[in-house]
């Protein structure tokens, strides 16, 4: 029992080591230019639906807020 355990902890010291290597799926940039403007837009659009709901829109501001955070920034985020 004692050798096969001795082998183990023998075969673990003799492991190589691996070191992660970067290739280039892992440099590539996970958003583009398009991601960016979409998110923008959908901080603008709420941004603004707040404002309105503020103003006293009761009607176009929640309309804006759910446009901006269940359609826009979604899109901008799934959007390859």
Known sequence: ???QMAKAREKERKAPVS????SAE???VPF???NYVLFGAGLL???AGWFLLR??????GPILLVL???GILPLA???K
Not at 19 to 22: A, C, E, R, S
């Open 1 to 3: 029992m004692e050798v």
């Open 19 to 22: 070191v992660p290597v970067q």
């Open 26 to 28: 892992a440099e590539k």
């Open 32 to 34: 583009r230019t398009r």
């Open 45 to 47: 659009v709420i941004v």
């Open 55 to 60: 103003a006293g829109q009761i009607t176009l």
């Open 68 to 70: 901006g955070y269940c």
């Open 77 to 79: 985020i799934v959007l």
